[in-house]
């Protein structure tokens, strides 16, 4: 968390004309990739992308417009952060590939990042409060950022789903296409059984952040 935000705080005054491209991994297109994808799908697979496409379309769409944008790093897994240790890792010291930088939303960077942190874990809300607080600690997030996160998270894992899909088809014995789709549909049905509210009110309070009581008109 912090260090992807000291990566984006870098980046918010870099510009240059190959960031602004239509690219199936900028989550700003994320909706309509799934759309065009999803029937790549098995049918409880699909249903379940389904679910968070509908999400996104209802609670996270109408506020889009309104996130702040620069230029992200936009691929934050596991493949490409570098460590200071293999076997008794202390810190991230770099990262790697930058062929999928692009110009879209800031909050799309943390989206991405926390996607890939989540998969495999115990407890991913657990995860996803030390991620998120970390970050904004270093690079503060506002409010709507916040309330569209879990939505923009769900949203990756269903780009990765239905890329990987389209790409498996197309290549079907490239064993690495196959390196997350598991985990993914794994950590999106465990996002199915959470409250979104819930969780952005607990990632209101890691970030020490005030949360809505239920006692205001508003």
Not at 1 to 19: N, Q, S, T
Not at 130 to 154: C, Q, R
Not at 156 to 161: I, W
């Amino acid at each position: 968390g912090c260090f992807m935000g000291e990566i984006d705080k870098a980046l918010e005054d870099f510009d240059h004309p190959g960031a602004y491209r239509y690219f199936d991994w900028d989550l700003a297109h994320g909706y309509g990739i799934c759309q065009t994808k999803k029937s790549l799908l098995a049918h409880d697979q699909m249903a379940l992308v389904d679910h968070f496409l509908d999400y996104y379309y209802s609670h996270i769409l109408p506020f889009v417009d309104a996130l702040p944008k620069s230029i992200i790093h936009n691929d934050a897994n596991d493949y490409n952060v570098l460590i200071d240790d293999v076997t008794s890792p202390t810190k991230i010291t770099g990262i790697i590939d930058f062929g999928d930088i692009v110009h879209s939303h800031t909050i799309n960077e943390l989206a991405i990042t926390c996607a890939y942190a989540l998969m495999g874990q115990k407890d991913p809300i657990k995860t996803l409060k030390h991620i998120v607080a970390s970050y904004h600690n270093t690079k503060p997030l506002n409010d709507t950022e916040i309330s569209v996160l879990y939505g923009l998270i769900a949203l990756r894992l269903c780009t990765s789903v239905c890329n990987a899909a389209a790409a498996i088809k197309a290549a079907p014995d490239n064993e690495y296409l196959l390196v997350s789709i598991k985990p993914a549909l794994a950590l999106l049905k465990k996002l199915k059984q959470c409250s979104p509210f819930a969780i952005e009110c607990q990632l209101r309070l890691s970030c020490g952040l005030p949360v809505e009581q239920g006692k205001s008109n508003e």
